[in-house]
C-alpha cells in the first residue's frame, strides 16, 4: 500500500459532487463496508478557519 494515496481525477470529483452522502453510504454497505471513518481529513481550499456550530446525531428509519 502507498505511503500517500493517489489523488482524486478530475472525472470521480465531478461524480461525487452530485451524489448524496446517503447514496454513497448505501453503496459501501452494499459491498460490505460498514463502520468506516476517515483519518487525516483536512480542509481543500488551504484557508484554516475554525468552524463553529451546533452538532447534530440524527438517526433515519426507512419509511414503512
Do not use: C, W
Amino acid at each position: 500500500m502507498p505511503d500517500k494515496p493517489a489523488p482524486l481525477s478530475d472525472e470521480a470529483r465531478q461524480k461525487l459532487e452530485v451524489v448524496s452522502t446517503a447514496t454513497i453510504t448505501t453503496q459501501l454497505f452494499k459491498r460490505g463496508l460498514r463502520n468506516l471513518f476517515l483519518q487525516g481529513v483536512k480542509p481543500v481550499t488551504g484557508h484554516e478557519r475554525n468552524l463553529v456550530g451546533p452538532a447534530y446525531t440524527l438517526r433515519y428509519i426507512p419509511a414503512r
